[in-house]
């Protein structure tokens, strides 16, 4: 064994020039082992952490971690009785005078009596069974008791204090407690305590920070652990020293990674690839309409970009439905006739498929080819070599399209569809498959125009801020989900006379099995109205299942689609004119703005009747009603934006929501702007991290888990 570890890390080493930077150092994989080996962990609330903190793979120590408090409990206060605040947490040494349980065969709480020589406070216990509480609060005995204070009736009391102490436990109580945000069933003192564990075990790090960015000179360890350990309130506010330190890392992780991979693509000098624009004008006269000023203007910027010998680098923005997938049709043209290859990847197998669908009859002439996960091998084998030998121009596809297998003949064009669900790996992948081969990534999560530099470093911006003419807004109401019955009989008359809707089904904790349930469950719910004529699509369905779903719908054969939010992106179906969603108040508002958009397609009037469950707070009433005043793609982000920074979480962590974890923008815009100057400096003359000074922020990016461009250093 030894011996073979001996020879493993000879090659280890003889290789660490080309793979070093692929491989986690091995100084963090405490922070990386799952929460469940953290000790005083067990399988079941391992599970609700996993639950709670959300990544795919299961909760790591650093997930945790970076789980900060969202307030504290403050028990400093150790006041006497006489001067204790009502409405406010409390710690009271106090004696115990008396016991005063319900009348006997009587339900009620027992009531226990306790005073100091100020005054006397009823500590008031609803249990089923008193036992503890006789043994922890024996009448004559002295205690400490941590709790909300109330004045009730005239007298001072404390419903279930969150701490009955001894002299020797209050010595070990922690002044100032953290508070977690939760899930059912995971208790606040597991979470407190799997933090410290966590903290326990993490590694000492090298800062990576160059020394006049001090943030009261607290290091990465040493804010969290003030985060997580925190003195007073003050210590876990976002604006304090620990979490802007903190906050500062994870925007320096996202800036260096941007420039770093921008670096690198650059390094390749671009191709020239002109076009006379033929094929193009090919397309244009097979099109049922003209194009907009936005599309036309969007199409001329990436015709000269791709003819200057400088390699593109292009984000093309534009809202839902404003008609970005001729523009990158147009682009592939352009491509193919400087004879080169292009790719279309898009983010699942519908719209793949869709996009092979429509282009196809448009793109006469050219050779299209689908390639997604569902080919067969052998499919697969004899695509790969058409790809290989040149004998097809245009690859639509998934993911497949990028991985190792996949050779292109000469590929000249790389079009990325609803970049937001790719990674920037992905993108570099299919990017580095052609010989500095010219990217265009395309996105219809309207970001704000402040952000876009944060997501998407310096990339040049094509806006498509015009939508096709002969749109009519779409109606949108938002209405309470008691409403229910309502609902289904105007979706039923609208059926009636030949409509066809969709229905969205909420996202129940963050689980795809258990939105799955709700969607079967609601399915079933409305095939006792509308029988046969219900359709289900859920992302737990093989492709041709979903594919039949989604085609039988387009077809008309069923007219109510149900779905969970597999829909979001980019399907077509200019029929549908009504989009029910459920549980509204659960979706992030440019997730709500995405589903709506599925609707609105065609010339006929649309709905969109976005179903709450109250009770909704002032903030989350106003998120929905913004849905119902704008269709403006940019504005609902912008004011999401706003309402975010206005402390409502909802929408935070929501699928879609380009996020970070720690930092946020409308709080921490200055930061970003130093985290950017910092990279710029450090990328400027050491992109690949290779000076001894920039060595640890490799560290950094694994942390933040940017460690995409930490491969990309080594990739050659
Ligand atoms: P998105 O930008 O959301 O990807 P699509 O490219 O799917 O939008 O276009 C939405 C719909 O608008 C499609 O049905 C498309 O055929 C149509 N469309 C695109 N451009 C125009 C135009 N200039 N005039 C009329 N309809 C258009
Ligand atoms: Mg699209």
């Known amino acids: 064994m030894a011996a073979a570890m001996g020879a493993v890390a000879l090659v280890a080493a003889r290789l660490s020039l080309v793979v070093e930077g692929n491989m986690r150092p091995a100084l963090l994989d405490s922070l990386f082992a799952p929460v469940g080996a953290l000790p005083g962990v067990g399988p079941k609330n391992a599970r609700l952490f996993d639950r709670l903190l959300g990544p795919a793979d299961g909760a790591r120590a650093l997930d945790l971690l970076f789980h900060l408090p969202v307030g504290v409990l403050d028990r400093r206060a150790r006041p006497k009785v006489r001067d204790a605040q009502t409405d406010a947490i409390a710690t009271l040494h106090v004696r115990v005078t008396e016991h005063r349980p319900p009348a006997p065969g009587r339900k009620g709480p027992l009531r226990v009596l306790v005073e100091d020589e100020t005054g006397d406070v009823e500590l008031v216990f609803f249990l089923n069974n008193f036992e503890w509480v006789k043994q922890k609060l024996p009448v004559g005995a002295t205690r400490w008791v941590s709790g909300r204070l109330e004045l009730w009736d005239g007298h001072l009391q404390m419903v279930h204090p969150d701490k009955v102490l001894d002299e020797e436990e209050i010595a070990r109580l922690a002044p100032v407690e953290p508070v977690y945000g939760l899930t059912e069933g995971l208790y606040p003192r597991i979470v407190q305590k799997a933090a410290q564990a966590a903290l326990a075990k993490a590694p000492a790090l090298p800062e990576w920070l160059p020394p006049p960015l001090s943030f ?116 592939m043209c352009h491509a193919v006739e400087a004879g080169g290859q292009a790719a279309l990847m898009a983010p699942t197998e519908i719209l793949a498929r869709q996009h092979f669908e429509r282009l196809g ?121 008691e409403r229910l019955e ?70 008309g054969e069923t007219a109510v689609l149900v779905a969970t939010t597999v829909i979001e992106v980019g399907v077509d179906v200019p029929e549908a004119t009504i989009m029910v969603i459920e549980h509204a108040e659960r979706f992030g508002l440019a997730q709500l703005h995405q589903l709506r958009g599925r609707v609105g397609r065609g010339t006929g009037r649309s709905t969109c009747l976005l179903l709450y469950k109250g009770p909704l707070g002032a903030a989350g009433r106003a998120r929905l009603e913004i849905l119902r005043e704008s269709e403006d793609g940019f504005r609902i982000a912008e004011e999401d934006l706003r309402l975010r920074g206005e402390g409502d979480v909802l929408g935070a962590r929501q699928a879609g929501a380009p996020g970070f974890r720690i930092a946020r923008i409308e709080l921490h815009g200055d930061l970003l702007r130093a985290a950017r100057a910092v990279a710029e400096d450090v990328v400027r003359d050491d992109e690949r991290l290779a000076q001894e000074a920039h060595r640890p922020l490799r560290l950094l990016l694994w942390l933040f888990e940017r460690e995409a461009a930490v491969k990309l250093l080594e990739a050659g």
């Open 361 to 481: 009859p448009l793109a006469a002439g050219l050779r299209l080819e689908l390639f997604t996960g569902r080919d067969t091998a052998a499919q697969r084998r004899e695509k790969h070599a058409r790809l290989a030998a040149g004998e097809i121009d245009i690859a639509i596809g998934t993911h497949a399209l990028f991985q190792d297998s996949v050779t292109f003949h000469n590929l000249g064009l790389a079009v990325v569809d609803e970049q937001h669900r790719f990674g920037v790996h992905q993108r570099l992948a299919l990017a580095g498959k052609g010989d500095a081969a010219d990217l265009l990534v395309m996105t219809a999560t309207p970001i704000p125009r402040s952000l876009v530099l944060t997501y998407f470093g310096d990339m040049d911006v094509s806006v498509l801020d015009e939508k096709p003419p002969g749109r009519v807004a779409i109606d949108t109401r938002v209405i309470p989900l």
């Open 486 to 555: 309502d609902v289904i009989a105007g979706v039923g008359r609208a059926l009636a006379s030949g409509a066809r809707a969709y229905w969205v089904c909420p996202l129940v904790e963050e689980s795809e099995e258990l939105d799955v349930a709700a969607a079967e469950d609601r399915a079933e719910a409305l095939r006792q109205f509308f029988g046969a004529r219900v359709g289900l699509v859920h992302g737990r369905m093989k492709g041709p299942e979903k594919d039949a779903a989604m085609e039988r719908f387009q077809r």
């Open 216 to 331: 009261d000179k607290l290091s990465f360890m040493q804010a969290l652990r003030r985060l997580h350990g925190p003195e007073t309130p003050d210590d876990v506010e976002p604006t304090g020293p620990a979490w802007k330190r903190l906050a500062f890392d994870e925007l320096l992780a996202g800036q260096l990674a941007l420039l770093m991979v921008r670096a690198r693509m650059r390094v390749a000098s671009g191709r020239t690839r002109s076009s006379e624009g033929k094929l193009a004008a090919r397309v244009l006269a097979a099109l049922p309409y003209g194009l907009t000023g936005a599309q036309a203007r969007a199409s001329e910027e990436i015709r000269a970009d791709l003819a200057a010998p400088k390699r593109m680098i292009r984000l093309l923005q534009g809202d839902v439905g404003a008609g970005k997938t001729i523009v990158a049709l147009l682009a």
